[in-house]
T-cell receptor, first 110, second 115 residues
Framework: GQQVMQIPQYQHVQEGEDFTTYCNSS?????IQWYKQRPGGHPVFLIQ?????EVKKQKRLTFQFGEAKKNSSLHITATQTTDVGTYFC??????????FGAGTTVTVRA | NAGVTQTPKFQVLKTGQSMTLQCAQD?????MSWYRQDPGMGLRLIHY???????DQGEVPNGYNVSRSTTEDFPLRLLSAAPSQTSVYFC??????????????FGPGTRLTVL
C-alpha cells in the first residue's frame, strides 16, 4: 500500500535559522497536503499542492511538490518560536487514499 | 459555526469496557473520518465515511465500529477496550465525499487511556 515517509522526525532549530522537512511517497501522488499541529493541539491545514513542480509560499514557509509527484518539502526561513509544533504531510493517491507521514517535530532555541 | 466537536476530551477505561467517542460537524461536510495518533506514528486512519449511510475501513479498523446515520454525526465505538487502544483520537471532516482537493478540519481530540 501507499506509504509516506517524512524526515527528519525531530528538528531542533536556533531561532533565526532556516530548516527543511521532507516528505517522500512510495507511489505517485495525486496531490499533497501539509498540516501543522501545535503542542497539545489538533492538526490545522496549511496548504495543498496539486501540480507537478508546484511551489507555493506562505510568508516564511515555502512548499514544493516534486516533478514526479512523489516527494514534497516544507522550508521555513528565519525560524521563530511561533513555528514550534509538528508538521505533517498527507499524500493523496490517485485512488483518493490519504496517508499521513509520521511528522517532523520542531523545537526552537531562543 | 462550531466546526468539528468531539466529546469527551479525556476518558479512562478498563480493559474490556466499551464506549463511544462522539464527533459532530456543522459545516455540512460529506466526508468524515477518525484517526488515532500515537507517538512517532503520525495519524492513522481508522474509519471514514463519504456520506450519510456510507462507511469504510481505513488503515487500522480492528476493534472499532462506526456508523453515519446523519451528515452531522460520526460516532466511533470501541467494542472491548484494550491497552493498545490508548491513544489520542481525532475526528476530521472535509467538504467533498472525496478527500482530494479539500482540506480536512480536525476536532480537538479525545485522549483515551485504557488500563
Amino acid at each position: 500500500g501507499q506509504q509516506v515517509m517524512q524526515i527528519p522526525q525531530y528538528q531542533h532549530v536556533q531561532e533565526g535559522e532556516d530548516f527543511t522537512t521532507y516528505c517522500n511517497s512510495s507511489t505517485t501522488l495525486s496531490n499533497i497536503q501539509w498540516y501543522k499541529q501545535r503542542p497539545g493541539g489538533h492538526p490545522v491545514f496549511l496548504i495543498q499542492l496539486v501540480k507537478s513542480g508546484e511551489v507555493k509560499k506562505q510568508k516564511r514557509l515555502t512548499f514544493q511538490f516534486g516533478e514526479a509527484k512523489k516527494n514534497s518539502s516544507l522550508h521555513i526561513t528565519a525560524t521563530q518560536t511561533t513555528d514550534v509544533g509538528t508538521y505533517f504531510c498527507a499524500g493523496i493517491s490517485n485512488d483518493y487514499k490519504l496517508s499521513f507521514g509520521a511528522g517532523t517535530t520542531v523545537t526552537v532555541r531562543a | 459555526n462550531a466546526g468539528v466537536t468531539q466529546t469527551p476530551k479525556f476518558q479512562v477505561l478498563k480493559t474490556g469496557q466499551s464506549m463511544t467517542l462522539q464527533c459532530a460537524q456543522d459545516m455540512n461536510h460529506e466526508y468524515m473520518s477518525w484517526y488515532r495518533q500515537d507517538p512517532g506514528m503520525g495519524l492513522r486512519l481508522i474509519h471514514y465515511s463519504v456520506g450519510a449511510g456510507i462507511t469504510d475501513q481505513g488503515e487500522v479498523p480492528n476493534g472499532y465500529n462506526v456508523s453515519r446515520s446523519t451528515t452531522e454525526d460520526f460516532p466511533l465505538r470501541l467494542l472491548s477496550a484494550a491497552p493498545s487502544q490508548t491513544s489520542v483520537y481525532f475526528c476530521a471532516s472535509s467538504l467533498s465525499g472525496r478527500v482530494s482537493y479539500n482540506e480536512q478540519f480536525f476536532g480537538p481530540g479525545t485522549r483515551l487511556t485504557v488500563l
